[in-house]
């Protein structure tokens, strides 16, 4: 990492600033208890925090400590795109660009050499093609699973999902980077669709 001069103090202090816009951007997964929706700011620290507990079952080239800084700055966008449910209905195309034009916006508030190695940390997680992004992708598609389990269906009952959509949406990504992971949140995953026949 790049040492910032102190002269620089002002612009990472907005950074930061702005960044804490990120706990008032709700998702649809609620929190464990189904008491309220999770905010973008827990979400990116449980699925950190998720990486680092769950890194033995990652593939051997993948570097954790810059799966977590991905997983950290991986949502910062949403402060001005918004949060895009999987399941919900959206043009990808649309979002992706105003999520890139929020990229731009918020690693600019910062120095120039944190800037780029934010960015591009934020460019090669959305391009999913590094060990370490696939992992932090599969990771990603993880925690909300576990949430919507422990909170009895959670988002899964507003958007009327389907264990195929699980499937196809969540468990092709999941099972790229951690396969392991997969095959045992699927056994859980099949198990509640199970009991909502």
Known sequence: MTRIPAE????????????DRLKKILRATPIHDDSRPENSAEHSWHVALYALVLADHAAPDVDISRVIKMLLLHDLVEIDAGDTPIHGDFDAAEQEAKEKRAADRLFGLLPAPQA??????????????????I???????VQPLALNMSSGGGSWREY???LDQIDTRVGTKVSRGAP???????????SYFATQN
Not at 180 to 190: L, P
């Open 135 to 141: 992992f932090g992708k599969s990771i990603d598609r």
């Open 180 to 190: 392991t992971v997969w095959t045992y949140i699927r056994d859980r995953v099949g």
């Open 8 to 19: 620089n103090l002002a612009a990472q202090f907005a950074f930061l600033e702005e960044a």
């Open 116 to 133: 780029e190695e934010f960015r591009a940390l934020w460019d090669e997680f959305e391009a999913a093609e590094s060990p370490d992004a």
């Open 160 to 162: 009327s999902v389907t």
